[in-house]
């Protein structure tokens, strides 16, 4: 009887070591994606992302390519509104190439290590290295991470799901959510080429400028085209609608929205400018560039301006963070409410 149960024990133990052994914790399944990220030498990624942040969801087409050391290309594409925008860094600096509109940005910038990137493969990884409370959920196929998120805005979108291929650690899905974990940013990845190799000229300022105005041709109708005005729906301390002016200008109308309160701004919105078809230089940018999620943003001490749909905005505050400025801008949205 007492070699029996000691065949028992010892078989059991057995099976223990071999279950332990088959099986990765998530220390080793972090230590691989930090390796696999560091190895690194160029990708590119294509993926489908989606916003739900207003009325209707936004789609938009992204692909990525990245060489070391710091050296990116993110195109990002509106296909039912024909919206293009790309942001270009290379060791000339930071560049965002609004195509339809013929205007080219430049910062020095420290974009895109100093806030989270769900499309940017070493940016994932970074989240989930310095989320020491990061959980793992393990599937057949698959490694689901859940981590906290390093935007500007993280009271916003604090939380998100990282999804990757538990074979080749490749990514497979990001799904960035609000307070209550709504989904408010999802990203699809199609193709995943960790291995590209890229023409010496690939991320060239000139070339990626001009090949960008071919794909998206300069709108010259932008300036004819009436819009209509947004309203944040973002509710930041007791700020509220105080007042609200339209006046013309040469491109139309210019529509102004003040906002009163311990949090109060003012909201400019005008028809943007097309710039003549001859200018290729970039305009020089004393701030940095902040992903909206929609479009690419600039953010300084005191104000954040972008462009969408062919409107320009700008938000102005000394009372605002540059959270708080970014969290309202991200709110401009959907079709006009009060």
Aim: glycine share 4%.
């Amino acid at each position: 009887m007492k070699k029996t149960f000691w065949i028992v024990v010892v078989a059991f133990a057995a099976m223990l070591v071999l279950s332990a052994c088959g099986s990765k914790s998530k220390e080793d399944i972090v230590s691989k994606l930090d390796e696999k990220a560091s190895k690194l030498q160029g990708y590119k990624l294509t993926a489908k992302m989606t916003l739900n942040m207003g009325d209707e969801p936004r789609t938009y087409n992204i692909d990525v390519w990245h060489n070391k050391p710091d050296y990116y290309r993110v195109s990002l594409k509106n296909g039912d509104k024909g919206q293009s925008q790309m942001i270009l860094r290379n060791k000339e600096g930071v560049y965002v190439v609004t195509p339809a509109l013929n205007k080219s940005y430049k910062f020095q910038s420290e974009w895109p290590n100093n806030t989270s990137q769900a499309y940017l493969y070493e940016s994932l990884v970074k989240d989930i290295i310095k989320d020491k409370n990061a959980k793992l959920t393990t599937t057949k196929n698959q490694y689901v991470f859940e981590t906290k998120t390093r935007y500007q805005n993280h009271k916003m979108l604090p939380y998100q799901k990282i999804t990757f291929d538990k074979r080749t650690l490749a990514p497979v899905s990001v799904v960035v959510m609000d307070t209550d974990h709504n989904p408010l940013v999802k990203v699809k990845f199609s193709k995943v080429d960790m291995k590209a190799k890229f023409d010496n000229n690939a991320f060239d300022t000139r070339k990626n400028m001009t090949g960008a105005k071919l794909e998206i041709p300069v709108d010259a109708k932008i300036n004819s085209k009436e819009f209509s005005v947004k309203y944040p729906t973002a509710k930041i301390g007791n700020t509220k609608l105080l007042d609200e002016q339209e006046v013309s200008t040469t491109n139309g109308k210019r529509a102004v929205l003040t906002y009163t309160g311990d949090k109060s701004y003012t909201l400019i919105q005008e028809r943007s400018e097309v710039m003549p078809t001859s200018s290729m230089d970039a305009t020089p940018i004393n701030g940095d560039v902040v992903n909206l999620g929609f479009t690419f943003g600039i953010l300084t001490d005191h104000s954040i301006s972008w462009s969408d749909n062919g409107v320009d905005y700008m938000v102005a505050s000394k009372h605002l963070t540059k959270d708080e400025m970014v969290e309202i801008a991200q709110s401009v949205q959907g079709e006009p409410e009060k």
